[in-house]
């Protein structure tokens, strides 16, 4: 016994001189060394953590080392974050084993029915199916273009033929076993040329479709679609003179064909009444070849106008959409607002009720009015006309009026009640434009405030443009939103304070509406497997909430459910706080005929010019984050959840749910809570910016940046 604890005793000593002399073998065991060559650099950095290597943390690196990149990051982010435990060495001997699958399952989430026509061509196929780098999926026997084993989710894209039933079969392939899902789609495009024989005339591509009132000086604009390579002429009423039209030699448009004739005839004094207006008269097309002719009657008529007695309508209810004519661009088959040959384009700017317009004209369902020189529609249901005696004289801007509160500045145009304006923001400047209104020369501007520098007065000259002001407010500071409202006779633009904020914590007490897109019934778009796009958005809103809270915000979410909200209130939740940003939260997905494998990444969304800086700025940290590609920055008019100026707002399309790159981040938690991240250094970033005096394109340093976003 004491031969044996000498012997003991012994072994012990040898071990810690062995220690001593060897500081770097066994359990202190350098980890950078041994780490060194084996991994990328942020990898070791994760690791490092490890400090000294045990066996069980050795053996761990091993087999860490033999794992996939894309996994490996999982791994070693779990030991930064989570610290090492024979749990996740088991989790990774497990995924080292063979997987022992009897079949695949396969899911196909596009084209998600059969028979589907589309409109749009090469088709994109996705989906989903076991996730392992053995699977294999076909697509018609092709590999699929795009194919991540870690989650199973695929895409491809597949020409088809136009005008027949085309066969989609998606085969799963793994170790021989297979399954396999079949769709047919047919490819009918929303345009194509028509044959050159028989010689006809399209039946639904002319245009006008619905009928048009118009008055001296006005254009009469005839576009059709028929055969190629004809002579095409257009009469009005039983007038036998025929106006010519042009054949378009080349379209400006992603359509590709020929047979689309354009005409136009410029409405004379000779064609108007005195008073009054015309019968509805018959615009008839003629297309000949040869001595071959057809014609036929277009479905909208043409009156003409005298604009005597003249006509106003005034807005009521809400504030109103209203839409741009756009004279100079043609338009191809299909309809337009008010069914006319002009391509029409929504205005970013709501109209006040009670504002009165005086009528040039109608477009099927539109009422038809003029600013400066454009021509603009609104709907009829949106207004009402008024008694010729309530029309009134041009108001004179002679006085305006600027008062700050602690909320912010107030501008008062006095005795403008009812005339037209139009605001154009910027990010340092409002532009007023007042129609129908008298200059005086000696406007009167009382009271001042810190957020206005200057405010500029032009009068258009008489002989150009009769009765229109522009109003130039230049600002001291970015502007932070803005609104505009009637009262009593006055009109008042209110401008937003630039909110207080702290360069070592932006977000302190900021109000922020986070609102996940789509809930409830509406599933937005699809995903590859069952997840879709509500259910995305609503967990990166929440990571989202989460760390904006945690940087000081006072955070509003308009939904935290799977529930359906109204875009009314979506915003509305925004106004009711008087909420510093608005923040929509979306998953992206591709029209048919995109380029949906090439064509992924960050997209952020804007409606007011103001706001292009924060969708910039938003767009930039969430590449950075993640090291997905930027597609755009896009001014949207049309967008509901943007419309509104008194808070500053911005659609995030955080990702494309179709393709896998895209999705992986989409899917997994981790990820999603890094576009949140994302998006976080993005608001902070932009609050910051707020009170940058080198408001330029690169005003924050890395330095700042870093610092905030620890």
């Known amino acids: 016994m004491k031969k044996i604890t000498k012997s003991l005793s012994f072994a012990i000593f040898t071990i810690v001189i062995i220690l001593a002399i060897c500081p770097k073998s066994f359990a202190n065991l350098e980890v950078r060394e041994y780490l060194e060559g084996k991994f990328p650099a942020i990898f070791i950095i994760y690791l490092s953590s490890l400090e000294d290597l045990d066996e069980y943390e050795k053996e761990f690196i091993d087999l860490l080392e033999k794992t996939p ?15 090492f435990s024979l749990e996740l060495l088991e989790r990774l001997k497990l995924r080292e084993q063979p997987k022992r699958v009897v079949k695949p399952f396969l899911k196909v989430a596009y084209p998600g029915q059969d028979k589907q026509t589309i409109r749009g061509n090469p088709i994109f196929v996705f989906g989903c199916t076991y996730p392992s780098p ?107 003179k025929e106006i010519k039209m042009e054949e378009i030699k080349s379209l400006i448009t992603s359509f590709s064909g020929k047979g689309i004739y354009q005409g136009s005839y410029l409405i004379k004094d000779s064609d108007v009444p005195s008073t009054g207006k015309t019968a509805p008269q018959v615009i008839t097309i003629i297309l000949r070849r040869g001595s071959e002719q057809i014609s036929r009657e277009l479905p909208g008529k043409v009156t003409f106008s005298s604009g005597n007695p003249p006509q106003v309508v005034e807005v009521g209810g809400e504030r109103t959409r209203f839409y741009r004519i756009i004279d100079d661009s043609p338009v ?140 130039s407010i230049k600002l001291n500071h970015l502007l932070a939103g803005f609104n505009y409202y009637w009262d009593g006779s006055d009109l008042v633009i209110s401008l937003r304070k630039l909110p207080d904020i702290l360069k070592s914590n932006p977000l302190q007490d900021k109000i922020i509406v986070i609102d996940p897109g789509h809930g409830g019934d509406s599933n937005g778009a699809i995903g590859p497997g069952d997840i879709h796009e509500k259910t995305v958005v609503l967990e990166i809103g929440k990571y989202l909430q989460k760390i904006l809270t945690e940087r000081g915000a ?63 700025i938003i767009l930039d940290n969430l590449a950075r984050k993640t090291g ?44 999603q809570q890094e576009l949140a991240l994302g998006i976080a250094n993005g608001i902070t970033e932009y609050f910051l910016n707020l009170i940058s005096p080198q408001y330029k394109e690169n005003s924050i340093t890395t330095l700042d940046r870093d610092r905030i976003y620890q």
């Open 554 to 616: 006072r955070v509003l979410m308009t939904r935290s459910l799977d529930e359906n909200i109204s875009l009314q209130k979506r915003t509305d939740i925004a106004l009711e706080h008087q909420a510093d940003l608005f923040i929509s939260i979306h998953a992206n997905a591709h029209a048919e005929g995109a380029d949906a494998l090439n064509y992924h990444g960050h997209m952020t969304l804007y409606n007011h010019i103001y706001n292009e800086k924060l969708a910039e």
């Open 628 to 671: 997905l590609p930027k597609t755009k920055v896009w001014e949207r008019s049309d967008l509901a959840v943007l419309r509104q100026t008194q808070v500053p707002a911005v659609m995030v399309e955080t990702a494309f749910l179709m393709h896998p790159e895209d999705n992986w981040y989409l899917l997994q938690p981790e990820y």
């Open 134 to 240: 053995e699977v294999k999926v076909t697509v018609n026997g092709v590999e699929a273009e795009r194919f991540d084993y870690r989650t199973g989710n695929f895409l491809t894209l597949v020409e088809v033929p136009e005008g027949m039933e085309f066969p989609i079969k998606v085969t799963a392939n793994i170790n021989g076993e297979e399954v396999s899902l079949e769709r047919t789609v047919r490819y009918e495009p929303f345009w194509k040329e028509m044959p050159s024989t028989p010689l006809a005339i399209h039946p639904i591509s002319v245009q006008p479709r619905q009928d048009q009132i118009l008055r001296k000086g006005d254009l009469l604009k005839v576009n059709i679609q028929g055969s190629p390579a004809a002579e095409a002429v257009f009469r009005i009423g039983n007038n036998e």
């Open 332 to 471: 191809l088959p299909g309809s337009t607002l008010g069914g006319g040959s002009w391509l029409t384009q929504v205005i970013n700017f709501d109209l006040l009720p009670e504002t009165r317009f005086r009528i040039s004209g109608r477009a099927g369902e539109y009422w038809r009015f003029k600013l400066r020189t454009e021509n603009y529609l609104i709907h009829q249901e949106n207004v009402q006309e008024m008694p010729v005696e309530r029309i009134k004289t041009n108001p004179t801007l002679s006085e305006i009026t600027l008062r700050e509160d602690k909320r912010g500045t107030e501008i008062r145009f006095h005795n403008y009640k009812h005339s037209p304006f139009i605001i154009e923001d910027e990010p340092r400047q409002l532009k007023l434009i007042l129609y129908e209104v008298k200059y005086s020369e000696n406007v009167i501007i009382r009271g001042e405030s810190s957020s206005v520098k200057a405010i500029e007065i032009t009068p258009y000259p008489e002989e150009q443009l009769s009765g229109v002001i522009e109003i």
């Open 69 to 83: 990149a894309a996994e490996q990051r999982i791994f070693a982010r779990e030991v930064y974050e989570e610290g």
